[in-house]
């Protein structure tokens, strides 16, 4: 009988509407998700949305936040626990909202990804998430921006980019409807695709180690 092949597994990391982990599962749905397995999705938020879109994938869901733990080494001693508990190979970061030290993110080199809804190195780093990018890029003036995904080390948004997608910035756009044009045209697109890519490489890394 043939072994199906092993897949990475996967936590997502959402903080509140989930429209991106939204795109992972239904990437996961249509096969086109399919080196990797979503195992997990942990929120830093009790309210986010995106849990109910996991329950509703059947997908084990957990809340861990940082306001409620006594200190960030705690917060991720936690968080490191339920990786642990799942066996997690990858982490996919999907609007999530808390930050994670350098300390966490360097015991996961290049297992980590995130999604950010700019064409990186513009409008990014601390204070640059949701809206507040699109404020910014608009404020700015750019006729072009888009979205980035790229692994996550220890300087914000600063991990080495893996795919980017240009979106067009149109006359009279407000920051809610550009996010969205983003989130259609480069988000929901990227983040599947980069996720099924990296997945592929850790299966492939697993499979040469075994
Ligand atoms: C997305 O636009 C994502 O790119 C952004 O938050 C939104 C979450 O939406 N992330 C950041 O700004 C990270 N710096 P979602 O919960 O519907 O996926």
Not at 67 to 75: E, G, P, T, Y
Request: with cysteine.
């Amino acid at each position: 009988m043939k072994r199906e092949k092993e897949k990475a597994r996967i936590a997502v990391f959402v903080s509140g509407g989930g429209t991106n982990l939204q795109a992972l599962l239904d990437a996961q749905m249509r096969g086109e998700l399919r080196s990797g397995e979503i195992c997990l999705v942990l929120s830093s938020n009790a309210e986010a949305y995106a849990l109910e879109r996991a329950k509703r994938a059947g997908i084990p869901t957990c809340v861990i936040s940082r306001r409620d733990a006594a200190s960030q080494a705690s917060f991720e001693a936690a968080i490191s626990e339920k990786l642990e508990e799942y066996r997690i190979d990858l982490i996919v970061l999907a609007g999530f909202m808390s930050i994670l030290s350098g300390e966490f993110t360097r015991r996961w080199p290049r297992r980590i990804i995130n999604v950010h809804p700019s064409l990186i190195p513009s409008f990014c780093g601390k204070g640059y998430y949701g809206l507040r990018v699109h404020e910014a890029a608009l404020a700015y003036g750019v006729k072009v921006t888009g979205a980035t995904v790229h692994f996550v080390n220890e300087i914000p948004d600063g991990g080495e980019i893996l795919l980017q997608k240009a979106v067009s910035v149109r006359e009279g756009d407000t920051p809610p409807v550009l996010q969205r044009r983003v989130m259609e045209e480069a988000e929901w697109i990227l983040l599947p695709r980069a996720a099924e890519k990296v997945s592929c490489e850790i299966v492939s890394k697993k499979e040469r180690q075994a």
